[in-house]
């Protein structure tokens, strides 16, 4: 079993940044990539930020250039810094991990963190 724990959500002006984490455990199985993923109230969940073991990253067209994944293996944690927030960026944030070991392979979520952007 893993498990995906977030952090660092909370209410931040317009312009403003945020940083949030999202650790895994499970000490049988390995990672490979790891996302982050939002939803907005009334809207469809959607892929935001993605990057692989390897460090391969990629981005959704609407944060290129605010939002910067990164990961941290030896920590099984992957991180999201957001800059020049939008009121638009609002939604819970979610974390999804690509998993594999014992003959397994399947996708873990997080329960969410959210980031709400008001003046």
């Known amino acids: 079993q893993v498990q995906l724990e977030e952090s660092g959500g909370g209410l931040v002006q317009p312009g403003g940044s945020l940083r949030l984490s999202c650790a895994a455990s499970g000490s049988r199985f390995s990672i490979n990539r790891m996302d982050w993923y939002r939803q907005a109230l009334g809207k469809e969940r959607e892929l935001v930020a993605r990057?692989?073991?390897?460090?391969?990253?990629n981005y959704a067209d609407s944060v290129k250039g605010r939002f910067t994944i990164s990961r941290d293996n030896a920590k099984n944690t992957v991180y999201l810094q957001m800059n020049s927030l939008k009121p638009e960026d609002t939604a819970v944030y979610y974390c999804?991990?690509?998993?594999?070991?014992?003959?397994?392979?399947?996708?873990?979520w997080g329960q969410g963190t959210q980031v709400t952007v008001s003046s």
């Open positions: 999804k991990a690509g998993v594999y070991g014992l003959g397994l392979s399947f996708d873990a």
């Open positions: 990057i692989t073991s390897g460090g391969t990253t």
